[in-house]
């Protein structure tokens, strides 16, 4: 089946930096999607992005569909301590969706 | 307006134990969907929903069924429930001009 691998599995930062993470498949999707999970709550869809080599901010955060429509990364700037949570990527095709592992984030004051 | 919301919460089953999980929305969302997370991995689709009347099989569908009588409800059924299902359940709905989810609050199922 296909397979999402995204990294880092878990990051710890500084309030103020920026972040980075991102997400490979073997496969080729027709839709990416971010999606952040707090704890005891479901994922909340933060961006979606439509077509290979879309970029596509929403606030500090900036996402984008990889040209060859096997990866995207998430870029998240000047962090601030309710950044917090794990981000899933997430690529679909119709109703086939496939999540990665999760990015654990937190943030130190 | 409610949104997508699960029960029950929690639940602690033995083995062999049977149980249903409703799942209800009130968007008017066409497609509903099942889901488990597991530790350390990201979620899982056990089976789908495009449409009331209407089930398909996802990535992990043996020992789960579901039903979709109503289309604002997706139930989701253990039969004989195993340890290997111990997991957190996830619903997620969407309308049919999007590729946007929206997620219930999941249910933590224990299997002992």
């Known amino acids: 089946g296909q397979q999402l691998n995204q990294s880092p599995q878990s990051m710890f930062i500084q309030e103020g930096e920026d972040v980075s993470m991102n997400c490979t498949s073997s496969s080729i999707f027709n839709t990416w999607l971010w999606y952040k999970q707090d704890p005891g709550e479901g994922p909340v869809l933060l961006i979606a992005?439509?077509?290979?080599?879309e970029l596509t901010s929403n606030g500090r955060l900036t996402a984008q569909f990889g040209i060859t429509r096997k990866d995207s990364f998430l870029n998240i700037s000047a962090s601030i301590p309710s950044d917090v949570g794990i981000y899933f990527c997430a690529g679909n095709n119709n109703n086939d969706m496939r999540f990665g592992a999760g990015t654990r984030l937190t943030v130190k004051p | 307006n409610a949104g997508v919301t699960q029960t029950p919460k929690f639940r602690v089953l033995k083995t062999g134990q049977s149980m249903t999980l409703l799942c209800a929305q009130d968007?008017?969302?066409?497609?509903m969907y099942w889901y488990r997370q597991d530790p350390g991995m990201g979620l899982r689709l056990i089976h789908y929903s495009v449409g009331e009347g209407t089930t398909a099989k996802g990535e992990v569908p043996d020992g789960y069924n579901v039903s979709r009588l109503k289309k604002q409800n997706f139930l989701l059924g253990l039969e004989s429930a195993a340890p290997s299902q111990t997991s957190v359940y996830f619903c997620?709905?969407?309308?049919?001009?999007?590729?946007?989810?929206?997620f219930g609050p999941g249910t933590r199922l224990t299997v002992l």
């Open positions: 968007m008017n969302h066409e497609y």
């Open positions: 992005l439509y077509k290979a080599g």
């Open positions: 997620a709905t969407r309308g049919s001009s999007t590729d946007t989810q929206y």
